[in-house]
């Protein structure tokens, strides 16, 4: 995904409690990893609910990368291998859901809305001295109240051998400002495939797909504390404007509306991540 960190931690995968589905339906719990930590390619038997607060944690799901920030989070259905990283210091959630137990089932990656009642649920349900009935009842409302987030948004990766080293290279640097020509001439192709490429492989152009890849890695680093004018040059834009004009282009609000919507919910939490627009 994106460039590892210098002491980033690399885990095999995330840890999950002795057969949780044998006793209860939802085994919830949380940590504070102290460096960031990335998480190697795994998958579990249960179904996971991953979620962040005071940072960022991003998943990587065959050719689509999540970005999750507060507010928000990530249903991973059993058996999806998925590889995840989470920002220093942030406080990372999961909550592991018994398949036969679950009265839905997505078939794949969703984002959640991780409204005030949700989290106070799961957080409810990662206390390991809850009597039988109390347990049933808050798994109860779990289920009436867990829902996808309006908007889904991920950065779908191209998997297309023409212009994999341009996707790889913005991941590693989104702010290569290099256009179509350029790399067309590096890799001695010309701008019209590269364009039919990304078109073919993501459903949008290569200065679209960009744009999006730039705005993942800022949610990234706004979430961290970052201000606009720092994210801006981080990300290569000339001038704190442009960045904040692609900023709404993609998430339809401006970065300051995005992170102060829902400041005045309990503890802070934030409205759900709002996504590429529906048509």
């Keep these: 995904m994106w460039r590892r960190?210098?002491?980033?931690?690399?885990?095999?995968?995330?840890?999950?409690?002795?057969?949780?589905a044998a006793s209860f339906a939802i085994v919830a719990g949380f940590h504070r990893p102290r460096v960031p930590t990335e998480w190697a390619p795994h998958s579990h038997?249960?179904?996971?609910l991953v979620w962040v607060r005071g940072g960022t944690l991003t998943s990587r799901v065959d050719d689509r990368v999540f970005t999750v920030v507060e507010g928000h989070g990530l249903w991973m259905p059993a058996g999806v291998v998925h590889a995840g990283r989470a920002t220093a210091g942030a406080k990372f959630h999961d909550a592991f859901f018994a398949p036969d137990r679950t009265p839905f089932a997505?078939?794949?990656?969703?984002?959640?809305?991780?409204?005030?009642?949700?989290?106070?649920?799961?957080?409810?349900?990662?206390?390991?001295?809850?009597?039988?009935?109390?347990?049933?009842?808050?798994?109860?409302?779990?289920?009436?109240?867990?829902?996808?987030?309006?908007?889904?948004?991920?950065?779908?990766?191209?998997?297309?051998?023409?212009?994999?080293?341009?996707?790889?290279?913005?991941?590693?640097?989104?702010?290569?400002g290099r256009s179509l020509e350029e790399w067309a001439r590096q890799l001695g192709t010309s701008d019209r495939t590269i364009t039919r490429a990304f078109r073919q492989a993501t459903g949008v152009t290569f200065a679209q797909w960009r744009q999006m890849l730039r705005v993942h890695r800022a949610l990234m680093l706004l979430s961290e504390g970052f201000d606009v004018l720092t994210v801006s040059e981080v990300?290569?834009?000339?001038?704190?404007?442009?960045?904040?004009?692609?900023?709404?282009?993609?998430?339809?609000?401006?970065?300051?509306?995005?992170?102060?919507?829902?400041?005045?919910?309990?503890?802070?939490?934030?409205?759900?991540?709002?996504?590429?627009?529906?048509?």
Excluded at 5 to 20: F, K, M, S
Excluded at 258 to 268: L, S
């Design 106 to 176: 997505f078939g794949e990656p969703k984002a959640i809305a991780m409204t005030p009642l949700l989290e106070s649920l799961l957080t409810h349900l990662s206390h390991t001295d809850l009597d039988a009935a109390a347990r049933a009842r808050a798994e109860a409302v779990v289920f009436d109240v867990l829902r996808p987030s309006e908007r889904q948004f991920a950065l779908h990766l191209p998997g297309d051998d023409r212009i994999d080293a341009i996707a790889e290279a913005l991941l590693d640097d989104p702010a290569d």
């Design 235 to 279: 990300l290569g834009y000339a001038q704190p404007s442009t960045f904040i004009a692609a900023f709404r282009r993609i998430m339809g609000t401006t970065p300051g509306a995005f992170f102060t919507a829902g400041d005045d919910t309990p503890e802070g939490v934030r409205n759900p991540v709002s996504g590429v627009r529906n048509s």
């Design 5 to 20: 960190e210098a002491g980033t931690a690399v885990r095999r995968g995330v840890a999950l409690p002795q057969d949780p």
């Design 45 to 48: 038997d249960s179904h996971e």
